[in-house]
């Protein structure tokens, strides 16, 4: 029975791992017998765990996710609040810039219970992030936690058509992104951040 | 043979119209008999002077294309440097953000004459923008003009989720990027622009 678990741990672990590869070159829009193929096991093995495509991307996507706000917890670690949040920043942006499934598949497995734990540890940890760097006078005061998953989002589509030619020009706009987010910022910012009634909304009118 | 001069134009500002509508609305990926029904004109009056979808997306790439050059163009009269590339900037990521197609559709007409010619004038005409504002100490001195469109790009998408539900949002995160591009830049950019066989390379990956 051990070695029986551990077989279909491995399995799991392989088809995941298949899954993520996939996605990351081609976006989500590959099938279960792709991924099958890439692991080396059958289809019904991928089947009888992930018994619709959405269960398998929403599995993807909240493994790459929980890599994110773990890097959003551990950032809270750091003793300077400004490194802190572009440790952060760069991490997460790292992540996406590599992978074309976190950004393309999120918005369909977005309602899934396993992504909004992810999403929500990471807000409250990004939450904090801010807070402490604005406490701290090394962050603009008008930015709110929501704007940065939304401007990292922007900084990895600006580089995207980049990605096979020049995997690390992200790096370009987020230092662009980070300047404009000093407390020297020359602006105020002219339109509120996405409260979380728009955020549900938004969420639906994209998946629907 | 005036007149019918005249009803074919007539037609063929109809057709675009409504291709520019259609895609604006729900991207690229609608078939050229939708196209027809909203412009109110046959399938064959299409078909006729549009063969394929890509003449179609590439007429409507273009029309868009040029109003974005020509703000470029019309933001070089301005007295102030600054304000010339912010106006510019303003006036681009308005078009962007109401309009799906642009950003989607752009990538798969990326080679035609029209859309190439458009392209050129707006690279051109920011270049100008980009050097002017530098040599009057308004702007880091280590932006490239290519730099420009991908951060614009990168503006839409950070608020592309929010069109429906705050369709301004665009303009938060423009305001951040330009806070960016202040000469008090934090930071040296960390990787080179794009270059031209760079870009050429990338147009080539995500066409194919």
Chains 1, 2 share one sequence.
């Not at 029975?1 to 829009?29: C, Y």
């Not at 289809?43 to 993807?60: C, G, M, S, Y």
């Not at 996507?61 to 572009?86: N, P, T, Y």
């Not at 020049?166 to 910012?189: F, H, T």
């Amino acid at each position: 029975v051990t070695q029986l678990r551990a077989d279909a741990q491995r399995n799991l672990e392989r088809v995941l791992d298949a899954a993520a590869e996939v996605f990351a070159e081609r976006g989500a829009d590959v099938s279960v017998d792709e991924v099958a193929r890439r692991a080396g096991v059958g289809h019904a093995t991928v089947f009888r765990r992930f018994p619709t495509k959405v269960a398998l991307v929403a599995a993807v996507v909240e493994q790459r996710m929980r890599i994110v706000a773990d890097a959003a917890e551990a950032a809270l670690e750091l003793d300077d609040a400004g490194a802190a949040l572009r440790e952060f920043a760069e991490e997460a942006t790292a992540l996406h810039a590599a992978d074309r499934c976190l950004v393309e598949a999120t918005a369909f497995v977005a309602g899934e219970p396993g992504v909004v734990e992810q999403r929500e540890r990471t807000l409250d940890a990004v939450g904090r992030l801010v807070r402490r760097a604005q406490d701290e006078g090394v962050l603009r005061t008008d930015l709110e936690p929501i704007d940065v998953p939304l401007l990292l989002m922007g900084v990895t589509r600006a580089a995207a058509n980049f990605r096979a030619v020049e995997p690390e020009l992200w790096r370009r706009y987020l230092a662009i992104v980070l300047d404009g987010l000093r407390p020297q910022a020359a602006s105020s910012l002219p339109v509120a951040a996405p409260t979380l009634e728009q955020i549900e909304l938004a969420r639906h009118s994209v998946a629907g």
